[in-house]
């Protein structure tokens, strides 16, 4: 995949889930806050010595290249108004593997530009976020901060996706979320709708429907986490109408340093690693789930992760093993050093598509 390719399909995942997921940031720097206005400023900067043995071709490449995170800075904005707060978020998503593709074409890519207003009502969040159908999947991955599966031989990796969850596309959106209530959070809200059968005619007559529910505890030191989050739309022409749904799920269990993970999701019509404007020419199914381990020992998080997807929509089975280490320096700084075994089968004729063995050593830098 070049870095065009890369700019205009949005496949390099890019999320600072781990950072933020609303408009204020968890580690972000404070420039300005006064009389009830305030202004931060957070950054995710990440780099990877990655060597990867492709094995049906019996070629190896090296590469000094982004983990599963492009680098990243966001703006974030709050004022006090009354009983309302209002809020907004901006951040631009850019790669670093461009210096020899194309020297000076650097891929920036507007993954959040949005506004909130909260109130004792919850929030009501207008423009373009990450969206609800498989968040929680994604945002709890314990190696988002890591590598995963390989993406081209340059750019971002795919990390899980396309191995055990979709990817929530950024999309223009009217969302809104409750309050916490008791450890129960819900979101819906309305998008816009992928163009999924171009030609004559064409319609999308309704915006696109997401949602999800979290639920969170504590029990007595065993923290839960559990979600369940949906998409559907549909899209027709003068010869064809499809119906796009999923359904995502998951389940984190967390006691005394150790974390376990499971997730999933089921989809119809709907592709399992981005959905876009594109043609698609049935309503078939699609299923993966996500197997996932960690332990903090000292200064170190150990991550033990396995992933499938079976799509019949994409005629694929792809499976990934990721081993990790996560190593914080401080607090702002992390090491990383990962090994990864991915395959890929073309369904319809068994053949092997893709395997290939993946060593990435890293660095990741926050604020």
Known sequence: MNNNNFRKSGLAIAMVGAMSVSAGANAAIEVYN???TSFSVDGYFNAFYVNRDDKLNDTRNSDVKMGFLPNTIGFNFSKEMGDLT????SSFWSTINDSLQSPTDTAIDVRQLYATVDGSF???LIGKDFGLYARSNIFLDEILMGFGSPGAATGVSFGNIRTGYPYPNPSAQITYRTPDMGGLKVAAGIFEPANTTPGAESEQSEPRFEAEVTYSADLNGLALTGWVNGRHQ???NATTEVDSQGLGYGLKASVAGLSLTASGF???GDVPVLLTDAALTSEEDADGYLLQGSYILGAN??????GETDSDQ???ETENTSV?????VNSNFKLVAEYNMFEQTTKSTGADAAEFDTLALGAVITF
Do not use: I
């Not at 209002?86 to 978020?89: F, Y």
């Not at 998080?301 to 396995?306: E, G, Q, T, W």
């Not at 990790?324 to 914080?328: D, E, I, Y």
């Open 314 to 316: 994409g005629d694929f």
């Open 301 to 306: 998080r150990l991550v033990l992760s396995y």
């Open 86 to 89: 209002l809020g907004g978020r």
């Open 324 to 328: 990790a280490v996560f190593h914080s």
């Open 266 to 268: 089921t989809s119809e």
């Open 234 to 236: 549909s899209s027709e």
């Open 34 to 36: 006064e009389d009830g």
């Open 122 to 124: 919850g929030q009501v």
